[in-house]
């Protein structure tokens, strides 16, 4: 596979290193980040299955505080550390190479404001029938760790009141919802995407706060074909 260096979308001066033929970031990273919502009291952020980083990266152009990414796959921790180095972020972003569910070894749990996750979407199941190539298998596919392991994780690693983002394929919506209600997750925010009108929803992105009270509110459909950026998108969202 060949290396290389990308503009990183609609985020001037901002690049990215990916493979030619490997697994590549996608729009529903860039939407992950756009939707977290940033807060003076905000000490903390830890994004989880942060691939070559782009979520810490967009996150790094609206705050100054620490930002903490775990990434399994030492080729794309590598890919991520030489973007974070590029771009001059080493103060800002950290990358830990591990499995999420070993950050018992580097964190105390209660410890973060925000965590972030933009994750495997498919169950593993008949490995003849997932993609080829161990970095999407793994990227793609619950290999190495499962929707419940990734909520699990953001329970356990928040400080109460903390704030959850994610980002999944909307048909795994109700099991999503029921593990977040199992482990002290409340959805408080809720965003449907589309790729157009009349199209059936693709992507689910929501916030949840731990231990937060009942109150959810879904807000207008976001149709990806009448973008013009991404930037911005959740602000004043009804």
């Known amino acids: 596979m060949k290396k290389i260096l990308n503009d990183l979308y609609d985020y001037p001066n901002m690049k990215i290193y990916q493979y030619d033929e490997g697994f590549k970031f996608s729009l529903d990273s860039i939407l992950l980040a756009e939707s977290v919502q940033l807060h003076k009291k905000d000490q903390l952020i830890l994004d989880l299955c942060t691939g070559n980083a782009v979520v810490p990266l967009i996150l790094s152009t609206k705050t100054n505080i620490s930002i903490y990414g775990v990434e399994i796959q030492k080729l794309i921790y590598d890919l991520a550390f030489e973007s974070i180095t590029y771009n001059n972020r080493k103060d800002q972003i950290n990358l830990i190479h591990d499995n999420v569910k070993n950050l ?100 689910v992105l929501f916030r949840a706060i731990k231990r937060g009270n009942l109150g959810l509110k879904i807000h207008k459909p976001i149709y990806l074909n009448e973008l013009s950026t991404y930037q911005g998108i959740f602000e004043g969202s009804d």
């Not at 410890?111 to 498919?122: H, Q």
């Open 104 to 203: 018992n070894k580097y964190f105390p749990g209660n410890k973060f404001d925000i965590i972030t996750c933009n994750p495997p979407y498919f169950k593993f199941h008949d490995p003849n029938f997932i993609n080829s190539g161990e970095l999407k298998q793994i990227a793609r596919h619950e290999i190495e760790i499962t929707l419940e392991d990734i909520i699990i994780c953001a329970s356990t690693y928040l400080k109460d009141k903390g704030n959850f983002y994610m980002v999944h394929i909307s048909e795994r919506l109700q099991e999503i919802l029921f593990l977040l209600e199992q482990n002290k997750l409340r959805v408080k925010d809720l965003y449907l995407v589309y790729p157009k009108r009349n199209e059936k929803s693709f992507l």
